[in-house]
């Protein structure tokens, strides 16, 4: 794992958010977040990625789901992933921020983290979400991601430790790492 931020303090609780560029189907976390289409039967880029390294088995369970809406999360085992859970959740397509992509957007990080506090998970990883062929502009997806991530973790009882956002891609790394800059000096 590259390690690319430090951590991400707020209200006076240290809270743990790592931006790293690796491979989010290798990362030895409690959960791993799929940016997945509707249907949550696989597709490209991450969710074929977890679809692939994760088996067979992950296929047939998520038959059992009746997909996801847009913005909204659900979650199955990990089957071969070193995660032992996998939460799937579909992000916005990007059509110019007029149809609630940003609303969409937070709601899929937002309910991404009620799942992990419901299992009482302590790590989770989470892709750029939309960011790939759903268009995301990644500056406003990063913005997004973080602000709504830091959120969460202020919550009482939160038995998250670490968040790890899983950058693919150099341009991706770069804009969620300034952003995790601007939301940091803002803080100090």
């Avoid at 880029?45 to 038959?63: F, Q, S, T, W």
């Avoid at 609303?103 to 960011?131: D, F, G, N, T």
């Amino acid at each position: 794992m590259d390690f690319l931020a430090g951590n991400w303090s707020k209200g006076g609780k240290m809270n743990k958010i790592e931006i790293i560029q690796a491979d989010i189907t290798t990362l030895p976390v409690d959960a791993v977040v799929n940016a997945a289409n509707s249907t949550l039967l696989g597709g490209g880029g991450v969710d074929g990625a977890i679809h692939r390294a994760a088996g067979p088995e992950l296929l047939e369970e998520c038959k059992t789901l009746g997909g996801c809406a847009t913005g909204q999360a659900k979650m199955t085992g990990g089957h071969q992933l070193p995660a032992r859970y996998i939460i799937h959740t579909v992000g916005p397509v990007w059509r110019g921020g007029g149809n609630d992509e940003p609303v969409l957007l937070a709601s899929c990080y937002r309910e991404c983290m009620r799942l992990a506090e419901q299992k009482r998970l302590r790590s989770i990883a989470c892709p750029a979400i939309s960011c790939g062929v759903y268009g995301y502009p990644v500056e406003q997806a990063a913005e997004i991601a973080l602000t709504t991530v830091a959120d969460c973790l202020q919550q009482d009882g939160q038995s998250l430790e670490k968040v790890y956002l899983v950058c693919f891609g150099d341009a991706i790394c770069k804009a969620y790492n300034e952003q995790f800059a601007r939301m940091n000096s803002e803080h100090d």
